[in-house]
């Protein structure tokens, strides 16, 4: 299985609807999971990161990700898409129990209509 | 801090030429990462260094060699580029090699 998988290439909402990306990894320890977002032409900055504290992780510009372990997913969620928000976002996890070796999902591009 | 630069932001190689990527922090960031990153692939790493003086291979190291020049350094170099090495080439460190990573702007490479 791949360590990381994300289950939408694209998504395209609607401003001021939901966002839902989601996300599954494969491990058999807890592992500590990521999303980074990459604006055009631009580098990739952390949106929010889980550590095994809480299940519910917040993290930047109102983006927030729930861990479950017993369904393995990693989904990022907003209430409410901002014409910002277009970029592409990578769920990512850590590739062994040690060290910062990290695995990347292939990566969703979130459209947002006006 | 400028954090993690890169040079040169977009570059065209011809197939056989060799060229070396940049990569500087200022930081004081203990690991740095060389990734590669294409069309639906997420970024895959390259080589890594997790301290001064040690370098490593990631999972795609094959057509590239590494150098950490000093703490704040670390270059990638491509011998005798290839067209499957045309890709968006992102430099990351971190503080230990447990932390959180910190990406530069990356590079775009063309090899003709």
């Known amino acids: 299985a791949q360590p990381v998988t994300q289950l939408d290439s694209h998504v395209s909402v609607s401003e001021g609807t939901p966002v839902l990306l989601r996300c599954n990894y494969s491990s058999s320890y807890s592992p500590s999971l990521f999303w980074y977002v990459q604006h055009p032409n631009k580098g990739l900055q952390l949106l929010l990161k889980?550590?095994?504290?809480?299940?519910l992780v917040k993290g930047i510009n109102g983006f927030e990700a729930e861990f479950k372990k017993s369904e393995t997913s990693f989904h990022l969620t907003k209430p409410s898409a901002h014409m910002s928000d277009a970029a592409e976002y990578f769920c990512v996890v850590t590739k062994s129990n040690e060290g910062n070796m990290l695995t990347f999902g292939g990566g969703t591009r979130l459209m947002v209509k006006p | 801090n400028a954090g993690v630069t890169q040079t040169p932001k977009f570059q065209v190689l011809k197939t056989g030429q060799s060229m070396t990527l940049q990569c500087a922090q200022d930081?004081?960031?203990?690991?740095m990462y060389w990734y590669r990153q294409d069309p639906g692939m997420g970024l895959r790493l390259i080589y890594y260094s997790a301290s001064e003086g040690t370098t490593d291979k990631g999972e795609v190291p094959n057509g590239y060699n590494v150098s950490r020049l000093n703490k704040r350094e670390f270059s990638l170099r491509l011998e005798s580029a290839a067209p499957s090495q045309t890709s968006v080439y992102f430099c990351?460190?971190?503080?230990?090699?447990?932390?959180?990573?910190?990406f530069g702007p990356g590079t775009r490479l063309t090899v003709l």
């Open positions: 930081m004081n960031h203990n690991s």
């Open positions: 990351a460190s971190t503080p230990g090699w447990t932390d959180t990573q910190y």
């Open positions: 889980y550590t095994s504290a809480a299940t």
